[in-house]
């Protein structure tokens, strides 16, 4: 079992930043690659970014490369997603998500956080 915990969200305005962090509790988080999805209101949950156990791989969705960048620290049990040049598209709850091989589909992963609601006003 692994536990996870989103935080760093907030209200932003366009072009801001904001640095989102996923800490993980419970089996060897080093095991398990990671993934960024978010939800904004009337939509499904969509893929962000994900990054491999080793950290030598990370996949971004089109509308955030070279904005955003996910990373993570095994010795914190922690990984993070930074978000610069934010848009009010941005908006919507994040999910960070953990699973065997990653992906970018939700069910590509097992383990998910309660959310942290990002918005970014125009």
């Known amino acids: 079992q692994v536990q996870l915990v989103e935080s760093g969200g907030g209200l932003v305005q366009a072009g801001d930043s904001l640095r989102l962090s996923c800490a993980a509790s419970?089996?060897?988080?080093?095991?398990?690659?990671m993934g960024w999805f978010r939800q904004a209101p009337g939509k499904e949950r969509e893929f962000v970014a994900s990054?491999?156990?080793?950290?030598?791989?990370?996949y971004y969705t089109d509308s955030v490369k070279g904005r955003f960048t996910i990373s993570r620290d095994d010795a914190k049990n922690t990984f993070y997603l930074q978000m610069n040049a934010l848009k009010p598209e941005d908006t919507a709850v994040y999910y960070c998500?953990?699973?065997?091989?990653?992906?970018?589909?939700?069910?590509?992963?097992?383990?998910w956080g309660q959310g942290t609601q990002v918005t970014v006003s125009s």
């Open positions: 419970g089996r060897t988080f080093s095991w398990y690659a």
């Open positions: 998500g953990a699973g065997p091989r990653g992906g970018y589909y939700s069910s590509d992963y097992n383990y």
């Open positions: 990054i491999t156990w080793s950290g030598s791989n990370t």
